[in-house]
């Protein structure tokens, strides 16, 4: 006959062979964070391939959760499993634009990896920054298919699910859904969409116990401004230097905090921002004073000014090698963004005389 102490002993052992990290049974695991030991809940995650995503992908699976991991890039779904295990994460490579591919992928998930709990609607992009006028039409097209369109596409697939779970959708918005600013045109639209689709989701899945949450983070460093400015890490750099911007790990932090929240607490909206970024005023237009844009040598004048590098070498390679000079989006857009539209405006005024 077993003592009770030697059942109990036996318990936990079993109990901690089911760590999340290294692998074992993944139906059923020791959540590491409330010592419960309960049925394993699974998150899908979309744009695990970096930034925010990646960084959700492991705190998630460092809380003993199942991950499913989106992405376009196979190899970074590669690398975070060889990381996380096979029993913690299953990629499940599809671009959220493509419905057949979205479509095929879920229906050959892993077994242990098929009752979704928790869907993180995150993979999205901005593409440049330039005033309406100055901007291709494909790349705000592509903004609206991937915020948007992709979006609404893997909510409604998971809704029937999601309900019979009563689990958690997470969309990810930003500070440019409720705050203008120039050069945020399409890219603030699609995330006044995410927000508010959010909020619409909420009122018709009323009764349902599904929970939905729109995030709004401001600043943060990840490969979002080299995606948005087409590969130019000097702009890149720039934004981030000095400003101790948000971390993807900070937004992981958070989008887990709520998924870990009881099941009778919904956050709405959650909006957050480093501390070194606040709001700026409204500009205002005089009609006494000619409007003309800035080029797009004033506008890295101004940007590099501020940012602190040698402004003096950079002229010397306009002048000498303009080929060679990295633009930081060029154009007052872009010196908005990054909160420098006074010193642009100096530096305009200056040259203009
Ligand atoms: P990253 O560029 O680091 O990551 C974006 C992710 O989205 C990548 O994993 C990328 O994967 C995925 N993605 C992009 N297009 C597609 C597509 N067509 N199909 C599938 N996946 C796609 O940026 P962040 O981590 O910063 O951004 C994550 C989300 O947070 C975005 O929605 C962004 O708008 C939002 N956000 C970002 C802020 C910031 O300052 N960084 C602030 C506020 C909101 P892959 O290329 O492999 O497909
Ligand atoms: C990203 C934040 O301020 O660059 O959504 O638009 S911002």
Same mark, same amino acid.
């Given at each position: #006959?077993?003592?009770?102490?030697? !059942? @109990?002993?036996? !318990?936990?052992?079993?109990?901690?062979?089911?760590?999340?990290?290294?692998?074992?049974?993944? @139906?059923?695991?020791?959540?590491?964070?409330?010592?419960?030991?309960?049925?394993?809940?699974?998150?899908?995650?979309?744009?695990?391939?970096?930034?925010? $995503?990646?960084?959700?992908?492991?705190?998630?699976?460092?809380?003993?959760? $199942?991950?499913?991991?989106?992405?376009?890039?196979? *190899?970074?779904?590669?690398?975070?499993?060889?990381?996380?295990?096979? *029993?913690?994460?299953? &990629?499940? &490579?599809?671009?959220?634009?493509?419905?057949?591919?979205?479509?095929?992928?879920?229906?050959?998930?892993? *077994?242990?990896?098929?009752?979704? =709990?928790?869907?993180?609607?995150?993979? $999205?992009?901005?593409?440049?920054?330039?005033?309406?006028?100055?901007?291709?039409?494909?790349?705000?097209?592509? #903004?609206? *298919?991937?915020?948007?369109?992709?979006?609404?596409?893997?909510?409604?697939?998971?809704?029937?699910?999601?309900?019979?779970?009563?689990?958690?959708?997470?969309?990810?918005?930003?500070?440019?859904?409720?705050? &203008?600013?120039?050069?945020?045109?399409?890219?603030?639209?699609? !995330?006044?969409?995410?927000?508010?689709?959010?909020?619409?989701? @909420?009122? =018709?899945?009323?009764?349902?116990?599904?929970?939905?949450?729109?995030?709004?983070?401001?600043?943060?460093?990840?490969?979002?401004?080299?995606?948005?400015?087409?590969?130019?890490?000097?702009?890149?750099?720039?934004?981030? !230097?000095?400003?101790?911007?948000?971390?993807?790990?900070?937004?992981?932090?958070?989008?887990?905090?709520?998924?870990?929240? &009881?099941?009778?607490?919904?956050?709405?909206?959650?909006?957050?921002?480093?501390?070194?970024?606040?709001?700026?005023?409204?500009?205002?237009?005089?009609?006494?004073?000619?409007?003309?844009? #800035?080029?797009?040598?004033?506008?890295?004048?101004?940007?590099?000014?501020?940012?602190?590098?040698?402004?003096?070498?950079?002229?010397?390679?306009?002048?000498?090698?303009? =080929?060679?000079?990295?633009?930081?989006?060029?154009?007052?857009?872009?010196?908005?963004?990054?909160?420098?539209?006074?010193?642009?405006?100096?530096?305009?005024? @200056?040259?203009?005389?």
């Amino acid at each position: #006959m077993i003592s009770r102490t030697a !059942k @109990r002993q036996t !318990k936990t052992k079993s109990a901690s062979r089911y760590s999340p990290i290294r692998g074992g049974f993944p @139906r059923r695991i020791q959540n590491p964070e409330n010592r419960e030991n309960t049925k394993r809940k699974t998150v899908l995650i979309t744009g695990a391939t970096s930034g925010f $995503g990646a960084a959700m992908a492991r705190r998630f699976a460092q809380a003993g959760w $199942g991950v499913i991991a989106t992405g376009r890039r196979t *190899e970074r779904l590669r690398a975070l499993v060889d990381e996380l295990g096979t *029993e913690t994460i299953t &990629p499940a &490579p599809f671009d959220v634009r493509d419905v057949d591919a979205i479509n095929a992928t879920l229906s050959s998930l892993p *077994e242990a990896f098929r009752g979704i =709990d928790v869907l993180i609607n995150n993979a $999205g992009l901005a593409l440049g920054t330039a005033p309406a006028p100055e901007t291709r039409l494909d790349d705000w097209l592509r #903004m609206i *298919e991937t915020n948007v369109t992709g979006l609404v596409t893997l909510t409604h697939r998971l809704l029937p699910t999601l309900i019979e779970r009563k689990g958690l959708i997470v969309n990810l918005s930003s500070v440019a859904a409720t705050y &203008p600013y120039p050069g945020g045109n399409v890219y603030g639209a699609t !995330k006044a969409f995410v927000r508010q689709f959010s909020l619409g989701l @909420r009122s =018709d899945l009323h009764g349902t116990g599904v929970r939905v949450t729109s995030i709004e983070p401001g600043l943060a460093k990840t490969e979002f401004t080299l995606v948005r400015t087409g590969g130019d890490e000097a702009a890149s750099d720039a934004l981030y !230097k000095g400003a101790d911007p948000l971390t993807a790990e900070d937004i992981a932090n958070v989008v887990c905090w709520i998924a870990s929240l &009881p099941p009778h607490v919904n956050i709405n909206r959650l909006e957050l921002m480093p501390v070194s970024q606040s709001w700026a005023g409204f500009q205002v237009y005089h009609d006494h004073v000619p409007r003309r844009a #800035m080029s797009r040598h004033e506008a890295d004048a101004a940007a590099l000014e501020s940012s602190s590098v040698e402004l003096n070498e950079w002229r010397n390679q306009v002048a000498t090698k303009p =080929d060679t000079v990295k633009t930081h989006g060029g154009s007052r857009a872009w010196l908005a963004r990054i909160g420098l539209n006074a010193k642009a405006r100096d530096l305009h005024d @200056r040259q203009s005389g």
